[in-house]
């Protein structure tokens, strides 16, 4: 339990409730009530093996908190979950009714795992985050969005190239995704980057394809493998500036698979908006 001010809630509580709900008690020191549910509180953060986060915040002193989450009576505790308010409840309830409370807020093991995965990829942990995503999809084998984010880490966020054994790895993840794991933006985005690092192996190096494209600039076969080596080695603007000269001079080329393959990089390249801003706009222009 952490006490957060005005100053911290926005880390300490809207963020951090991304990653694991947090459990807000609004209290003030004069409050009798106040001062029997706080150890309630505690104990049963205690008991729930760090599945939630519990904080407190003074009412008295931070009353623009008060004033924006409507705190009429206190004590008033407020669960969040994805940086947003979600339920609460208003008194001092006893131990068994404050858990109940939470088991129906409070994502199941499976979920709980995941999202420890992704504290852990936050740190730069990416062996215990694998660990973590593990966990999950054998508490729940249903878990798709684990079991896309067990690709992710396996084929963009270790350090390196991947090798036979994580691609091997990705590739039942993907295969074993259900309907909604495939609808899913970011299927395609790790098929594309799967398929790439596979195919790496077979074709022609970066200096032989360079050197096809720069002596014919319509050999689009070359144009497309480079793209293809570009994507492996995770230089995307490279691979999208490809696929774009691929798009603008024959947009029906391989059944328009260049135009598929574009729009999965752009998924690939989530983290870079101004990159994908960019593109975007870019083949817009072409195809209009």
Not at 160 to 186: F, H, I, M, N, S
Not at 213 to 218: E, I, K, L, P, R
Request: a negative charge; charged letters at 25%.
């Amino acid at each position: 339990m952490i006490e957060v001010t005005a100053t911290t809630f926005e880390h300490e509580v809207i963020e951090a409730s991304r990653q694991i709900p947090v459990l807000v008690d609004f209290w003030a020191p004069w409050c009798g009530p106040c001062r029997a549910l706080g150890p309630v509180l505690e104990r049963v953060e205690a008991a729930l093996g760090g599945r939630f986060k519990l904080v407190k915040v003074n009412s008295d002193e931070n009353p623009e908190l008060s004033q924006r989450f409507m705190v009429r009576s206190i004590p008033y505790v407020l669960a969040f979950i994805d940086g947003n308010p979600v339920d609460g409840f208003i008194g001092a309830l006893p131990e068994s009714q404050v858990k109940e409370f939470l088991e129906r807020l409070l994502p199941g093991s499976s979920e709980a795992e995941r999202r420890r995965a992704h504290q852990l990829i936050g740190q730069g942990d990416f062996p215990g985050a694998l660990g973590a995503l593990h966990a999950a999809i054998e508490s729940d084998a249903g878990n798709d969005e684990a079991r896309l984010d067990l690709a992710e880490v396996l084929l963009n966020r270790l350090p390196g190239t991947p090798d036979a054994k994580q691609l091997a790895e990705a590739d039942r993840a993907l295969a074993a995704l259900g309907a909604r794991g495939q609808a899913d933006t970011r299927f395609a985005a790790l098929k594309v980057r799967l398929s790439s690092l596979l195919a790496a192996a077979a074709l022609p190096d970066l200096a032989s394809l360079r050197a096809r494209v720069a002596a014919d600039a319509n050999d689009l076969q070359a144009r497309s493998a480079l793209a293809q080596r570009y994507i492996a080695d995770d230089e995307l603007d490279k691979a999208l500036e490809e696929l774009l000269e691929v798009i603008r001079r024959n947009r029906q080329y391989d059944d328009g698979a260049a135009r598929q393959t574009f729009l999965s990089v752009l998924e690939l390249a989530a983290d870079r908006p101004a990159l994908v801003k960019d593109y975007r706009k870019r083949l817009s222009l072409v195809l209009n």
